[in-house]
């Protein structure tokens, strides 16, 4: 009975044994929060003698990443380093195959305890270094922590939307992240409408500092939307603000909300507009409700409408779908009221392309100017993108109020911004008549400083200069009797630059024949990045304005797309044109085909 019962407890303890050394798996796990979106994280192993990260990177085969042998993965405080890897070398640069841009590796650890629900990997807290944190279990609930008080709170002084009130005073944003970790270095990007910078997104970067704080102030002179993206390994969160001059407003962010839901690590706001922006508009609007489903449809065709009335009676009855659509929105006037224009600016859009002889009537101009948009033709709501459409559509319209007054200041910047200084406008309000005076002095110096110093082949080709419509000839009279070959490009354009590095060869190869390379491109190229970038790129180099390159694309059919070749032997005709890299045999083939005598 004895030795039964010891060969029992024998067999029990090495059950036990075999169980405590089973290997944890976690398929698929989550990472809370990394910036470091291109990596994948597709399995953790939790074995008895180490603990593996499955990994996977999808990123450009012409650059390449590095995994340093001091990483380490932190778990409950302490601190487990790394032993080995498997299909990369620690500390070695390491590439992507260059057919799938992809590569598979794994990293071992020091063994952490088999029952940890969640940890973080890092290289180091230093800018610039990988980490990855709150990794854990696809089934696994991350904790939450409660939103304090004053951040759930109404602010019933900021109950209706903004008066459109022009100030110089910036508007401030702050930021406060919970459950934040040194080393997170977690970066924040902005786009909002700047009235002196209508003719492109403003895109601005920050990051929270290691305390996950950070303030972003800006002088946006009348009440304007501001969206910030906060970008992480699994999704986005966005706060959408309505911000104001002299006013703040606090954002706090909880990083360790899983960010698998949209949205999850924006929590709350506190300051102005924070009853807007924590109400029940915000939660059913801004993070899921689709507008474009309850919205009412656009007709098909317009062909049917045939006069001015024909478009009043078409506007009259989608404004009313409009009112049925939203009816479970009419708590919220004001913010409705702002989804009208938002709504009726993309069918004024479609009727000015579709319709255009009756759009340009002054009968159903003047109709609109009654009626509709009231939000933009108000002292009330904000300013935005909307503004920027609008200018195509009513720049030249003289109905006083704020909303046209901001027009014709745009559609004026907008100019001044593409290199078109034309004649002042006429603006009602003296702040805007000064603004104008103060940015056309400043792009005025901008231009004859960026002009002063360029090297002889370098060259920055004003909008006064040469008419969209001679650019080409322009350029092939300047270089008349040689083999010039076109290259539209641009400074963020990854196939481009790709492109260029490749044809490098080529143009060593065929140095000996006279053909001039003309590198072009325009102002979406930050203008000190392509001043440095040019000084590695051989041929002669132009910065144009967009109407001028708008104009070369269109001759070439590009549709916008870039990089965009074409080639022209020495008596000015075209013999070869192409749109995208396809390689330089075809662009070979092309300058050969051209240097034909």
């Known amino acids: 009975m004895k030795l039964l019962l010891l060969t029992s407890a024998f067999a029990l303890m090495a059950s036990v044994g075999t169980y405590a050394q089973k290997t944890v798996v976690w398929e698929k796990p989550v990472v809370g929060y990394s910036q470091y979106n291109y990596f994948e994280i597709q399995k953790v192993e939790l074995a008895k003698d180490r603990t593996s990260l499955y990994m996977s990177v ?57 029952k940890t629900k969640i940890f973080d990997m890092l290289e180091s807290t230093q800018k610039g270094d990988f980490t990855f944190f709150y990794i854990h279990p696809d089934d696994y609930q991350l904790p939450e922590t409660p939103v304090p008080e004053d951040f759930r709170a109404d602010d019933s002084e900021d109950d209706v939307l903004p008066k459109k009130v022009f100030s110089e005073e910036p508007a401030v ?27 492109s997104y403003n895109d601005y970067y920050f990051n929270l500092d290691d305390e996950g704080c950070a303030d972003f102030s800006w002088k946006v002179y009348y009440p304007t939307r501001m969206q910030f993206e906060i970008p992480s390994a699994e999704g986005s969160s966005f706060a959408i603000l309505i911000v104001a001059p002299g006013k703040e407003v606090t954002v706090l962010l909880d990083m360790l909300r899983d960010d698998r839901y949209p ?35 656009f007709p098909d065709s317009y062909e049917q409408y045939k006069t001015v009335d024909d478009l009043v009676t078409l506007h009259d009855s989608l404004m009313l779908a409009f009112d049925q659509s939203f009816a479970e929105l009419q708590q919220f006037p004001d913010v409705v009221k702002w989804m009208y224009v938002d709504w009726e600016l993309r069918f004024f859009c479609i009727l000015a392309e579709e319709c255009p002889a009756l759009f340009n009537t002054q009968e159903f101009r003047d109709y609109i100017f009654r009626t509709r948009p009231k939000c ?21 319209s003289k109905v006083k109020g704020a909303g046209p007054d901001l027009l014709r200041f ?44 360029l090297a002889e082949n370098i060259h920055y080709l004003e909008l006064t200069e040469v008419a969209p419509e001679n650019t080409l000839q322009f350029l092939l009279d300047r270089y008349k009797g040689k083999t010039v070959f076109i290259d539209l490009w641009a400074t963020w354009c990854v196939p481009c630059i790709q492109g260029q590095k ?56 590009s549709g916008g797309s870039i990089p965009t070749y074409a080639i022209y032997n020495p008596k000015g005709e075209l013999v070869y044109k192409c749109v995208g890299f396809g390689g330089v045999e075809p662009l070979k083939e092309g300058l050969m085909k051209a240097t034909l005598r």
């Open 58 to 114: 999808t990123y450009p085969s012409d650059a390449w990443f590095r995994f340093s042998p001091q990483s380490y993965i932190e778990a409950d405080g302490k601190r487990y380093g790394i032993t080995g890897s498997d299909s990369i070398e620690l500390g070695k640069e390491e590439y992507t195959s260059p057919q799938t841009m992809r590569k598979e590796f794994v990293l071992h650890f020091k063994p952490i305890p088999q």
């Open 263 to 297: 949205n999850s690590k924006v929590i709350g706001y506190k300051g102005y507009m924070a009853k807007w922006m924590n109400g029940e508009f915000q939660k059913k609007v801004m993070n899921g409700m689709e507008i474009s489903r309850i919205s009412p449809s």
């Open 173 to 199: 944003v702050h930021f406060k992240a919970l459950n934040y970790k040194k080393g997170m270095d977690a970066q924040i990007r902005t786009v909002f409408f700047d009235i002196t910078n209508p003719n």
């Open 410 to 453: 745009i559609n004026a910047m907008s100019e001044l911004n593409s290199g078109i200084f034309n004649p002042k406008p006429l603006l009602d309000d003296p702040n805007l008549s000064r603004l104008y005076d103060q940015k056309r002095q400043e792009l005025t110096v901008k231009v004859s400083q960026q002009k002063e110093g």
């Open 502 to 557: 490749a044809m490098e060869p080529v143009k060593q190869e065929l140095k000996d024949k006279d053909i001039v390379y003309l590198n072009i491109t325009y102002s979406t190229s930050p203008f000190d990045d392509w001043k440095e970038m040019v000084k590695t790129i051989p041929g002669e180099h132009y910065y144009l304005s967009p109407q001028q390159f708008k104009a070369l694309g269109d001759l070439y059919q």
């Open 376 to 396: 933009l033709f108000s002292d009330n709501g904000q300013v935005g993108f909307d503004l920027k459409d609008m200018t195509k559509l009513f720049a030249g």
